[in-house]
């Protein structure tokens, strides 16, 4: 496949944080390539910033050099209305904890993307009622959040990752709150709807059982990426 069918590349990623005369580099030298139905695990050391990488990636952070393409377009010469769009389209985010809005139903959650991506109100509820089915949580969606165990409202925040048929969903500790049952089954399923929808996953983890599951393993080490 080539080059310009990538979901997500970076080039020469560099991210420096700057504290009064202190400077930090916290990415140096970052090239990733990832295609459609990929699965990617980066692990590495607390702080070696692995969720720099992923929120840069994602268009939540810009990079200090180099570049980062989400479906061809660079994030850093779009303005922030672009940035939005290009995330609400070919993206979906997960995170260790699920950010559900505790206000609404869990199907008022998974419809959010699709509001904010112009969808009717009808159309809308129907696309996330069928995603909820999918991952298991059919007879959940009047609930609210704080009406579901923590595996559930996770399972919440991948339907919502995924109803809008995103070309690649960003995971930053996805199972890190919860049991190992449970975690085994939120991977389970996100593997499960990989192979179904070729959605690509990258999964920031520090769960070994998680990342071994994955068909690539990088480590971020000194700020770069290694097999």
Do not use: W
């Amino acid at each position: 496949m080539s080059n310009d069918q990538a979901v997500i590349s970076c080039s020469k990623l560099q991210k420096i944080y700057s504290q009064g005369p202190q400077v930090v580099e916290v990415l140096t030298d970052v090239n990733l390539e990832i295609l459609p139905g990929d699965q990617v695990a980066i692990v590495g050391s607390s702080g070696s910033g692995k969720t720099t990488l992923l929120n840069l990636l994602g268009g939540l952070d810009l990079p200090s050099s180099g570049s980062v393409f989400v479906a061809g377009k660079n994030l850093a010469t779009v303005d922030e209305t672009e940035r939005g769009y290009l995330r609400n389209k070919y993206l979906g985010f997960v995170y260790q904890f699920h950010h559900l809005l505790g206000e609404f139903t869990a199907l008022e959650n998974v419809c959010m993307p699709l509001l904010i991506g112009g969808l009717s109100v009808e159309a809308a509820t129907e696309r996330a009622t069928k995603m909820l089915q999918r991952v298991g949580l059919g007879q959940r969606g009047e609930h609210k959040s704080g009406e579901l165990s923590g595996g559930e409202r996770q399972r919440v925040a991948i339907a919502r990752a995924l109803v809008t048929e995103p070309q690649c969903v960003l995971l930053d500790e996805p199972t890190g709150n919860l049991d190992r049952h449970t975690a085994e089954e939120i991977q389970g399923l996100m593997l499960e709807l990989n192979q179904v929808l070729l959605t690509s996953f990258i999964v920031v983890t520090h769960d070994e059982g998680l990342a071994n599951s994955m068909e690539r393993k990088l480590v971020l080490e000194d700020g770069q990426l290694h097999e």
